[in-house]
């Protein structure tokens, strides 16, 4: 049984996003990364936006695999955005000396999007019908919204 | 609730321990920030037990201050192949496995008292307090 399989990895025209929303065991987070590297290269997705909003903590484990996701996307063409970070994880994550390296981290999704739009333009988001039916809470790409 | 073993056995019990502390600090009256602190060190200090001794505990108790403050401390120990130079060990960015060496110093940094000793016959033990 692969744990990691719980967490969604959902296509938003070209960003793959990853929301995060258990307290994962390494397990996890190494078949995470896995599935995450090989759907971008599945789908060539140009972004790729993990929403750390519900995770209560990120020790140097989940910290390297942020760095490592966004290390390796970034050799295939794609960028990284951390979205969510909870003020008392981040401020945890500084002085446990980690610096999350080559990643881009933003408040939230709808911010995370602009920057990945942004960064390759908006007529590349050609969108997957049938995936975005699937969503439910991404009303649209121009308008990604959380549901509460 | 004033104290209590937690065993480290798989790679699981990582995340038990993590969760059991926070609950823990949340009943010992700790803010968020804290708990989130104190969680941190013990997925650090766990790991390593998993990482590099195979197996041991984790003891999670309330503790007082001479100045009638209250906290928590936390006692890791394992009877592993200890370490070797704590010294380097305790550095920022030492690591003997494929890990960032942050583990050590960064719960030194989250804590308010850290002690460490280890031989390779007896393994090692950190103990770690948070005060309030
Ligand atoms: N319980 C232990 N038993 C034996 N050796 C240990 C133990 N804990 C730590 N060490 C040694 O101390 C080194 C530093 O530990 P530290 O947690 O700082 O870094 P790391 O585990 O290598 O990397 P990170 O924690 O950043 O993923 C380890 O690489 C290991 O050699
Ligand atoms: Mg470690």
Redesign the pocket.
């Known amino acids: 049984m692969n744990g990691a399989q719980r967490i969604p990895i959902l296509k938003v025209g070209r960003v793959l996003v990853v929301p995060v929303q258990v307290d994962m065991d390494d397990q996890t987070v190494i078949g995470l990364q896995e599935r995450i590297l090989s759907e971008l290269e599945r789908t060539g997705a140009r972004g790729v936006l993990i929403d750390i909003s519900l995770l209560e903590m990120v ?3 989940i ?2 695999m942020l760095s490592d996701i966004a290390a390796m996307a970034r050799v295939m063409d794609a960028r990284t955005v951390v979205v969510g970070i909870q003020p008392a994880v981040a401020i945890t994550l500084v002085e446990l000396g ?1 610096e999350l390296r080559g990643v881009d981290t933003v408040l939230n999704v709808d911010e995370g999007i602009k920057l990945l739009r942004d960064e390759f333009g908006a007529d590349d988001d050609e969108r997957d019908e049938e995936e975005a039916e699937l969503q439910g809470e991404w009303h649209s790409f121009g308008e990604p919204r959380h549901q509460a | 609730m004033e104290s209590r073993a937690i065993r480290l056995e798989s790679e699981h019990d990582i995340v038990v321990a993590r969760g059991e502390v926070r609950a823990m600090a949340v009943a010992l009256g700790f803010g968020l920030i804290d708990q989130t602190r104190l969680a941190t060190v013990a997925s ?2 766990a ?3 998993i ?3 195979g197996r ?1 505990r984790v003891i999670a108790q309330a503790a007082e201050h001479a100045d009638g403050r209250t906290g928590m401390r936390l006692i ?1 120990e ?1 009877s ?5 130079n ?1 010294e ?20 030194r940094r989250l804590a308010h008292e850290f002690q460490i000793e ?1 031989s390779p016959a007896r ?2 033990r ?1 103990t770690v307090v948070r005060w309030r």
């Open positions: 020790d140097s484990f910290g390297r980690l | 650090e200090l790991r390593n037990i990482k590099y001794a041991g890791f394992d592993g192949g200890g370490i070797p704590i380097a060990a305790m550095r920022d960015g030492f690591s003997t496995g494929r890990g960032l060496g942050q583990g050590l110093p960064g719960s280890s393994g090692t950190v």
